[in-house]
């Protein structure tokens, strides 16, 4: 949505809010209430679900006056996979579901990256949680070292889809360097390439934390790739990247006159 003065009606169409396409997911490491307004001042229209990571809800301050803002911008939140682990390896998923009513949240991360969980168990989950939430499943380790092949990839995300997951994140963690990453950063393009070929890329999530991996993913899905992790900070510049008003993409989406001619 860029600002109509600057006349520039070329750049790349990007959907309103509320959209199921383009989706950028904001991670909230612990924002006081004053922060989120002020990133909502700036960012709302760019942001379409806010995780508040791992079990950092835990532990914040204000937490329902924070809730009580993203509520007043009509900004979905969901609390980080990390919690939902912490309720399940205790046998507490009740209990879960009734805070996540209680917090009146809308949307569940639905995870296994640091517990053991079997697929079907946690298939179970998914059912359980999608008839009063919208789901976020996860798929992939926050181990480094673990590698999942690619046809396990596709077999996963197919299964978390069928059995009710809004939409599949694939793991990357906040440091950009694993799941589809390597412990360097750089993407697993081999693993990338078998599952778009089986999975439309519009019901995934690809954590890109990194510029350099958002810049990958719009090169290669185009302005509305679904983008997840991305910095309070970092919502506006990856708003520049989607439409190609930043160098890394500036002539991505722009053809000079007479090409293909």
Not at 61 to 87: D, H, I, N, S, W
Not at 150 to 166: C, F, H, K, N, Y
């Amino acid at each position: 949505m860029p600002h109509d003065r600057f006349g520039l009606d070329d750049l790349p169409d990007r959907p309103a809010r509320p959209r199921t396409s383009g989706l950028t997911l904001v991670l909230d490491k612990g924002l006081s209430v004053r922060e989120v307004e002020d990133m909502l001042e700036k960012n709302a229209g760019y942001v379409d679900v806010v995780k508040l990571g791992w079990g950092t809800a835990v532990v914040t301050p204000c937490l329902e006056e924070k809730l009580r803002a993203y509520r007043a911008a009509q900004m979905p939140v969901c609390f980080g996979g990390t919690l939902f682990e912490a309720f399940c390896m205790r046998g507490r998923l009740d209990d879960y579901h009734a805070l996540l009513h209680s917090f009146q949240i809308e949307c569940v991360e639905i995870s296994d990256g640091a517990i053991t969980l079997p697929h079907e168990e946690k298939l179970g989950y998914i059912r359980y949680f999608s008839k009063d939430f919208r789901v976020l499943s996860e798929v992939g380790s926050k181990d480094k070292a673990s590698i999942l092949s690619p046809d396990t990839w596709v077999r996963m995300i197919r299964d978390e889809l069928e059995a009710g997951s809004w939409k599949v994140i694939c793991e990357a963690r906040e440091s950009g360097t694993a799941g589809v990453f390597d412990a360097s950063g750089q993407i697993r393009s081999g693993i990338m390439d078998e599952i778009v070929q089986h999975i439309d890329p519009g019901q995934l999530v690809f954590e890109a934390p990194r510029k350099p991996q958002q810049v990958w993913f719009i090169r290669k899905f185009g302005p509305n790739v679904n983008l997840g992790n991305i910095p309070p900070d970092e919502v506006i510049p990856l708003e520049t990247l989607r439409i190609g008003l930043r160098g890394d993409t500036l002539l991505s989406f722009f053809e000079t006159p007479g090409q293909g001619a």
